[in-house]
């Protein structure tokens, strides 16, 4: 007599309910995942991921570290600037910011208004081991790579807490969190939907 192994249960794979329409922001500290969990959220939605340090990269025909060590980090915020108000103002996407976009005040001003902001918010240790993997951290350059992250954090979580959504990010798969994702981006826009609803139109108003 055979024996049927029994099939194993896949997780369901989360969709969302309600139409986008404008672009999610990724935020959160180097390392936290943007551009690999940004990119698979976006395959998902059905939409296009873009990266801002490589769009901002492709303008200036040189990379981050060389425009920071060139130009200095004043100079690349500008045109972090310019590049994120260009690429929130075509449809949406999926936008992964640098580590510090959010520190600036109007390109924060300019996430909330105009896009979903989630922050990818990762555990320091994870964030040690993932960015010693590649060189190509300016601000990771001058000291004990675990001490500048702290204290960036220390600086930066508390602004990074501004955003709509937060969705842990730790050793888990990368599945795993375009889902979480999802499954609160579901939440936010049911959220917004009700006030839309709930909002009458004037010139529906009795007088």
């Known amino acids: 007599m055979k024996r049927y192994k029994k099939a194993k249960k896949k997780s369901p794979s989360a969709r969302l309910r309600y139409p986008l329409t404008k672009s999610i922001s990724l935020i959160g500290l180097m390392g936290s995942g943007k551009t690999t969990v940004g990119t698979r959220l976006a395959r998902k939605l059905g939409i296009s991921f873009v990266d801002s340090d490589a769009e901002i990269e492709i303008a200036a025909d040189h990379t981050v570290s060389e425009i920071f060590e060139k130009f200095g980090e004043e100079d690349f915020r500008n045109g972090e600037r310019k590049v994120i108000k260009r690429l929130i103002s075509e449809k949406p996407n999926v936008l992964g910011t640098g580590g510090g976009a959010f520190m600036d005040r109007v390109t924060r001003r300019r996430l909330k208004e105009k896009t979903i902001t989630i922050w990818l918010k ?70 917004e939907k009700k006030k839309q609803d709930n909002v009458e139109p004037t010139h529906n108003r009795q007088p």
């Open 122 to 191: 990762a555990d320091i240790d994870h964030l040690v081991e993932r960015t010693s993997r590649r060189n190509t951290r300016p601000l990771l350059r001058a000291g004990n790579p675990e001490e500048i992250l702290r204290n960036l954090a220390k600086k930066r979580y508390p602004v990074y807490g501004q955003a709509v959504i937060t969705v842990e990010t730790g050793a888990g798969p990368h599945e795993k969190v375009v889902n979480d994702i999802i499954w609160k981006l579901n939440q936010y826009l049911a959220k």
